[in-house]
């Protein structure tokens, strides 16, 4: 075992010291191999360490093993910190890493590409204990179950972003598993079958796929979701709970094909949104759904339940006027939400808890102070200045008109009128929002009139020629 290194019955310690030239990690396991016919750990194998061992900014690239094609841990505690797997692969379990019998905590690191013909692409654990911090799993794949992550027989089992970094527009979420994939059979991102305990906090779980649960597979297991956002799973179930126990705290499932499977089952929901799924659940044998305080598509008997559009950015935070701010209750939802902002008196439905310092219309998640709208994810204005060009109107009109608030030359209103040969008038604005121009006889009293009316994608510039008699009034609106 150990196509790189081998530390049986010993300790191992594998820290950095100083970075390479144009490279982030000083150690790196590149190409080694420890063979297919039960070889374990390609890069590294640790077994019945007599103290805690440490693997420290390291890299493990393109190694291969039967189990754990990056690492192989059995017996032992080891802390795995700000290290990167890469297309590593295993002919068993554990593309990336591989846990019999250990406790592991891996910590601020990136999973991508690795892949296994069984089960864990990422990672595979098998009667330890599994402490997932502030990690990231993409593009990881297995044949048999749980394309990122696989836990059979664990102990405990726990993905978790707790303390910073919180998600931020620039860096995205600090736990993410995302376009993992499970081919033949479950939980294209995780599988948990006959564990102790599962708890996720503060992660995103976007397009995964698999053969039975594109995001999360659950077998005769405690599962707890806090301040999580699962979306983007469009060919199978989100989740899937057999013989289980499932908990949803503070998250918003949006965006999936069907939101939940169940068997045996018994699902509680609180401060949580459910919508725009095209299905949301499926139910098998005896089940039972508790909800409360929730934005569920439909609606859903329970107390505090809505059934309204919940106003979401793409990235699952809370527009400024979303019925889902101050709806939730304030027991039992966590502290904080996926940004690390407290929950506040009258708590928000969602992972997210709406904050907007400035009061412009704009959380500010979005205001990200680098004065460059790149998306409405991160528009680039200041957080602290309702009129971050100065032109006098709040950051968050200018984005319901889909104009520059970082600009002040970008606005909606009208530029110029004219009156030959006919009366003419002509405005300007976004081109992502719908746009009405409307008039009235009288600038206090009376219905306005739609005169124009104009669907995104719209002209940047349009014109109007009013009706020719008595004087109006003629108003330019926007609204997304």
Excluded at 180 to 209: D, H, P, Y
Excluded at 408 to 435: D, H, K, M, Y
Excluded at 456 to 478: D, K
């Amino acid at each position: 075992c150990g196509g790189g290194i081998a530390a049986i019955n010993s300790y191992l310690g594998l820290n950095y010291i100083t970075p390479l030239i144009g490279d982030a990690t000083q150690l790196l396991f590149e190409a080694n191999a420890a063979g297919t016919n039960l070889g374990k750990g390609g890069g590294v194998c640790l077994v019945n360490s007599w103290a805690t061992s440490w693997v420290w900014r390291c890299t493990f690239r393109s190694n291969t093993a039967s189990r754990g094609g990056g690492v192989y841990f059995e017996g032992t505690t080891c802390f795995t910190l700000n290290s990167t797997f890469t297309n590593n692969r295993a002919g068993d379990a554990g593309g990336g890493a591989a846990s019999y019998g250990a406790t592991c905590l891996f910590s601020e690191c990136d999973f991508s590409g690795n892949d296994c013909r069984d089960s864990g692409g990422g990672i595979f654990d098998r009667q330890g204990g599994l402490y997932v911090s502030s990690s990231k799993f993409r593009r990881n794949s297995a044949t048999n179950s749980g394309g990122a992550i696989s836990c059979l027989l664990s102990t405990s089992v726990w993905l978790y972003a707790n303390g910073a970094p919180y998600y931020t527009a620039a860096n995205g979420w600090p736990l993410l598993l995302e376009e993992n994939s499970a081919g033949e059979n479950f939980g294209g991102a995780i599988s948990v079958q006959s564990c102790g305990n599962f708890l996720v906090q503060r992660a995103a779980v976007v397009s995964n796929t698999a053969n039975f649960g594109d995001g999360i597979y659950c077998y005769q297991t405690a599962s707890r979701f806090e301040q999580c956002a699962i979306a983007g799973h469009t060919s199978d179930y989100a989740f899937v709970l057999s013989s289980s126990t499932g908990t949803l705290m503070g998250c918003t499932v949006a965006g999936n094909n069907y939101a939940m499977y169940m068997s045996d089952a018994l699902v509680v929901v609180s401060n949580s949104i459910l919508w725009g799924n095209a299905h949301l659940f499926v139910t098998n044998n005896n089940c039972t759904i508790v909800a409360a305080h929730s934005d569920i598509q439909g609606g859903w008997v329970g107390p505090g339940n809505i059934n309204a559009d919940p106003r979401l950015y793409p990235n699952w935070h809370l527009m400024h006027d979303s019925p889902c701010i101050d709806a939730g209750a304030a027991n039992p939802s966590p502290e904080y939400d996926a940004d690390g902002d407290a929950r506040t008196v009258g708590w928000d439905m969602g992972c997210d808890e709406f904050l907007d310092s400035d009061g412009d219309g704009l959380p500010n998640v979005v205001e990200t102070g680098t004065g460059t709208n790149k998306s409405e994810i991160d528009m680039g204005t200041n957080p602290n200045n309702p009129h971050s060009d100065g032109d006098g109107v709040p950051d968050g009109e200018e984005w319901m008109a889909d104009t520059d608030p970082n600009n002040a030359s970008s606005f909606l209103g009208f530029i110029r009128i004219w009156r030959a040969p006919a009366l003419t008038v002509r405005w300007t604005g976004g081109v992502n929002a719908e746009r009405w121009v409307e008039w009235r006889g009288s600038l206090a009293t009376g219905d306005w009139t739609s005169a124009v009316h104009e669907t995104p994608p719209t002209l940047r510039t349009n014109e109007w020629i009013p009706p020719i008699g008595n004087p109006i009034f003629v108003r330019v609106r926007a609204q997304r």
